[in-house]
């Protein structure tokens, strides 16, 4: 059974960047078609696609964070990483990770069938 | 961008009764070269992440009940619950991904009446 698992600080001050890692078990991250992607949660609030990444290291951004997200993946760690640059309180969310099936109209961009549990993380000084 | 609407914002319905819930996307989220529509149906109860139910607006993700179903075609789809029971309590989203950036709707709230 594929698993993830969201790690990282709870706390990040403002200004700073916000750093997270994915690690998948039970799977390898390098599989055809499917992408890897993030998706946040502002408490009390709905869900917003951060972006997706491929094991190649292909990245697709939602337009409104695309100038402070950077994804990586590490193939021989089967992880993926997110940083956040420049965050305020509006990116304190619950952060997960999930694998973007390979239902969509095109890969990368499709729906999500294994999540991770989150992380809850906090911008505050 | 695609904008994503759900309704109602909440809901209570009594055990065993019928819940629908209603998405509206702002373009048409269909494909005609291969007839699917390319809206998802999601769960979320409280303190755990999302989870599937519905891919290309009518297909159960496997382990589902069949009490959840899915429909509409376009810009117009239903999620509907046919027998609620206690542990289908949740907020339920719909998300387009016919084209980028991928969006989730605002999410229904379902409650025991």
């Known amino acids: 059974q594929l698993q993830l698992q969201e790690s990282g600080p709870g706390l990040v001050k403002p200004s700073e960047t916000l750093s997270l890692t994915c690690s998948v078990s039970?799977?390898?991250?390098?599989?055809?078609?499917?992408?890897w992607g993030w998706i946040r949660q502002p408490p009390g609030k709905g869900l917003e696609w951060i972006g997706s990444?491929?094991?190649?290291?292909?990245?697709y951004y939602n337009p409104s964070l695309k100038s402070r997200v950077t994804f990586s993946v590490d193939t021989s760690k089967n992880q993926f990483s997110l940083k956040l640059d420049s965050v305020t309180a509006a990116d304190t969310a619950i952060y997960y990770c999930?694998?973007?099936?390979?239902?969509?109209?095109?890969?990368?961009?499709?729906?999500?069938?294994?999540w991770g549990p989150g992380i809850f993380v906090t911008v505050s000084s | 961008d695609i904008v994503v609407t759900q309704s109602p914002d909440s809901l209570a319905v009594s055990l065993g009764e019928r819940a629908t819930i209603n998405c509206k996307s702002s373009?048409?989220?269909?494909?005609?070269?291969?007839?699917?529509?390319?809206l998802a149906w999601y769960q979320q109860k409280p303190g755990q992440p999302p989870k599937v139910l519905i891919y290309?607006?009518?297909t159960r993700e496997s382990g589902v009940p069949d009490r959840f179903s899915g429909s509409g075609s376009g810009t117009d789809f239903t999620l509907t619950i046919s027998s609620l029971q206690a542990e289908d309590v949740a907020i339920y989203y719909c998300?387009?991904?016919?084209?980028?950036?991928?969006?989730f709707g605002g999410g229904t709230k379902v409650e025991i009446k």
């Open positions: 999930a694998r973007v099936t390979s239902r969509g109209y095109s890969y990368g961009y499709s729906d999500f069938d294994y």
């Open positions: 039970g799977g390898s991250i390098i599989i055809s078609n499917y992408y």
């Open positions: 990444i491929y094991y190649s290291g292909r990245t």
């Open positions: 373009q048409s989220v269909f494909y005609s070269a291969n007839n699917r529509n390319y």
């Open positions: 290309w607006a009518s």
């Open positions: 998300q387009q991904y016919y084209s980028p950036p991928l969006v």
